[in-house]
């Protein structure tokens, strides 16, 4: 390469001190020449002067422009590269010789095709320009900060704060959505342990802390917790931590990093679930309670299997008919008239004119929404087998009216029916009928009337969820 060096280049090395002796392997003097040194280097280098032309250009400027050297020096840059004229990188090179003052920049360049930096020397005689492609640290910093970003969306979406703990500062530094999550101001600075620890609930803080140290102690690596905290705006949330020591060579813990999760919301689902399986077990009690009565009543009653069997599953049909109101609103309440209205549909429903419904909107709680669909249940059956759905006019009202009291008082009246005969004996419905009242701390008055079976039943206040106008 020294055939390709003339006056210009000598200067421009000798300036940059690049003929610098050092010693052999064996300690005799050694030399190594300015351009074995540009030419042994990763990155591209080239020279011009003053007027702009190429007195050097090493190896690794050739292969990224493309271009044989031997055909470029002595050329004036713009000519020989015109897609070079008013770029960044041209600009750059044209500051530099004017102001005498070295420039490094980062710019997509015309003649690689990439990007690249470039550092920019000045000197007396022209410049002298070290370019690197660097392709392959812009598309690791571009997965580095699409890797942020979606550590940064994780941590705000699902409520994740990382943080890494020096034991033996016993200080931690943590990412924002940390401090967020315990409700301390966000800071890129060492916070102590201690005053992390203060947030922690009275209860919980004792026992997080010494179950981590026999952990520790164990030989364990990693450890988590959940434990309550109660951030400075007095709100009190969940946190489920989870982190890894890191040891030194003699095995003693140095750094524990981990991460921090707010699970309040997920804590109230659990405890909304445990509630509701209570609840689940202490309905479904009574509601067996309620079928081995109908067992235990009908089968007191009836004389043959087949009547008890007819009797039974009518009698779990009508429960059902309750529930399935009462789910529609997860048991909060059932609408009276929806309920009379769904249990009297087997019977032929409102359509046909058999029935009447007349009162006020009310909502009734699920033990008086299951014993009144069950006794709006016998009174239909019995007045289908007995009363006044065993004729063409026969015709029911049901009616029913708030109280001063809160309660409310509800009626069955047969008109038009057969002439009522008083039974000899009680049955299951007869049974029903009186003795619900008790229940629903209220009173049952059930009447053979000759000209029809009145029945009428007054409920206490407990037993309404809400009440309305009339209509």
């Known amino acids: 390469m020294s055939g390709l060096r003339g006056t210009r280049l000598v200067e421009l090395e000798g300036s ?11 300690g005799e003097p050694a030399w190594i020449t300015p351009a074995e040194i540009l030419e042994s280097i990763g990155d591209a280098f080239y020279a011009i002067d003053r007027e702009w032309r190429f007195v050097y250009i090493n190896r690794m400027a050739e292969q990224l422009w493309g271009r044989r050297r031997e055909a470029l020096l002595g050329q004036v840059a713009m000519e020989a590269f015109p897609a070079w004229i008013g770029t960044e990188s041209h600009a750059a090179h044209q500051r530099v010789m004017e102001s005498g003052h070295p420039l490094t920049i980062e710019t997509d360049s015309a003649i690689v095709g990439a990007p690249v930096e470039i550092n920019i020397f000045p000197h007396a005689s022209g410049l002298a320009i070290y370019f690197r492609d660097i392709s392959a640290r812009r598309r690791m910093e571009r997965e580095l900060r699409e890797r942020d970003e979606i550590l940064s969306l994780a941590e705000s979406s699902a409520g994740i704060g990382v943080w890494d703990m020096d034991m033996a500062a016993r200080t931690v530094r943590a990412t924002p959505q940390f401090f967020r999550i ?54 009190t949330r969940w946190i489920f931590g989870r982190g890894r020591v890191h040891r030194d060579a003699s095995g003693n813990p140095i750094r524990y990093s981990g991460i921090d999760i707010d699970i309040t919301d997920r804590k109230r689902t659990e405890e909304q679930l445990a509630l509701t399986t209570r609840e689940l077990s202490h309905r479904t009690k009574n509601v067996l309670a309620v ?15 087949e009547e008890f069997e007819v009797r039974l599953q009518g009698c779990i049909a009508a429960l059902a008919y309750s529930h399935d109101l009462l789910f529609a609103t997860d048991w909060q309440g059932a609408d009276l008239r929806g309920l009379v209205v769904r249990q009297l549909e087997p019977f032929g429903g409102m359509e046909e004119g058999k029935f009447s419904a007349a009162g006020p909107d009310l909502s009734l709680g699920p033990q008086a929404t299951q014993m009144i669909g069950l006794a709006l249940h016998e009174l239909a059956t019995n007045a289908g087998k007995h009363g006044a759905l065993t004729v063409p006019a026969g015709s029911v009202a049901i009616a029913w009216e708030s109280l001063a009291t809160g309660g409310f008082k509800l009626s069955w009246t047969e008109r038009n029916g057969p002439r009522v005969i008083a039974p000899r004996r009680m049955g299951f419905g007869h049974t029903v009928l009186k003795k619900m009242a008790t229940s629903l701390e209220g009173e049952a008055e059930l009447d053979f009337a000759a000209e029809g079976v009145c029945w009428t039943l007054t409920v206490d206040a407990r037993h309404v969820v809400a009440a309305h106008g009339d209509r």
């Open 16 to 26: 940059l001190q690049l003929a610098t002796p050092i010693e052999g392997p064996m």
């Open 182 to 235: 315990i409700g301390l101001e966000p800071t890129d600075q060492p916070v102590s342990i201690d005053q992390l620890r203060a947030v922690r609930h009275p209860e919980d803080r004792d026992q997080v802390v010494n179950n981590f140290r026999r952990a520790m102690e164990s030989g364990e690596d990693q450890y988590e917790a959940e434990y309550r905290i109660i951030r400075p705006d007095g709100k």
């Open 291 to 305: 079928v081995q009565a109908m067992i235990r009543q009908i089968g007191k009653r009836t004389r043959k299997f």
